[in-house]
């Protein structure tokens, strides 16, 4: 069984720019977590999906970052404009059962 | 608010030395308690998990956690480490009323071979 992947594994642009990660749960878990962790900090809760709707996204720092989940399968973190702050590892999960099973994570810096 | 502490930032140990990291945690229901490790270079992965049922857990690898309710606590103990314990040790928590987790800020454990 394929895992929870994530692309790009790492990703640097200027501040301003665009960037879009990209998630692909485990088949068929319904749910879809993003978190975030700035370095040295812990890891914070970003938002969550079921299937393809919005749970809860009470974690979105603001509305420079947004999720989508096409039809339920993979999903993507935009950021745009990004900002110095927003570097950091972003990590995808899915669940299904109630055990969340994490991706790689994408490396993102902002310079 | 919810909220998770972990004790130490940095472990140092020897092989064969005993382990116990610390956690609490803030939340004033019913809670599910998690600890995961990052080893370097790879995915975040499920040590153990606490749900219900008896308050002491065994995980993967010899290690375990008690959960202590009166604390509020969950600490994580292996009896013996290894060098191959050394990573990344986060501990979280989830209430019962909703999905997300809320992490700790980590604890770095090093094993001097």
């Known amino acids: 069984e394929a895992g929870v992947t994530q692309f790009p594994s790492h990703s640097v642009i200027e501040k301003g720019q665009t960037v879009t990660l990209r998630c692909d749960p485990i088949?068929?878990?319904?749910?879809l977590y993003w978190y975030r962790r700035v370095m040295g900090k812990e890891i914070k809760f970003l938002l969550h999906?079921?299937?393809?709707?919005?749970?809860?996204e009470s974690g979105m720092p603001n509305n420079r970052f947004l999720a989508e989940r096409t039809g339920g399968t993979y999903s993507t973190l935009k950021v745009q404009p990004a900002e110095l702050e927003d570097s950091g590892v972003y990590f995808c999960a899915s669940s299904q059962g109630g055990r969340e099973y994490f991706g790689p994570g994408t490396r993102l810096t902002v310079t | 608010a919810q909220s998770v502490s972990q004790h130490n930032h940095h472990v140092i140990l020897s092989e064969a030395a005993s382990l116990e990291l610390g956690c609490n945690y803030s939340y004033g229901g019913t809670v599910n308690l998690f600890w995961y490790v990052q080893y370097p270079g790879q995915h975040l992965q499920l040590l153990l998990k606490?749900?219900?049922?008896d308050p002491l857990v065994k995980g993967i690898k010899g290690f375990e956690a008690e959960f202590i309710k009166s604390k509020f606590s969950f600490n994580l103990r292996k009896p013996s480490v290894q060098w191959s314990d050394t990573a990344e040790y986060f501990c979280?928590?989830?209430?019962?009323?909703?999905?997300?987790?809320?992490w700790g800020a980590g604890t770095k454990l090093i094993i001097k071979p």
């Open positions: 606490y749900f219900s049922g």
């Open positions: 979280a928590v989830r209430g019962d009323s909703n999905y997300q987790l809320i």
């Open positions: 999906f079921v299937k393809e709707s919005k749970q809860d």
């Open positions: 088949s068929g878990h319904d749910n």
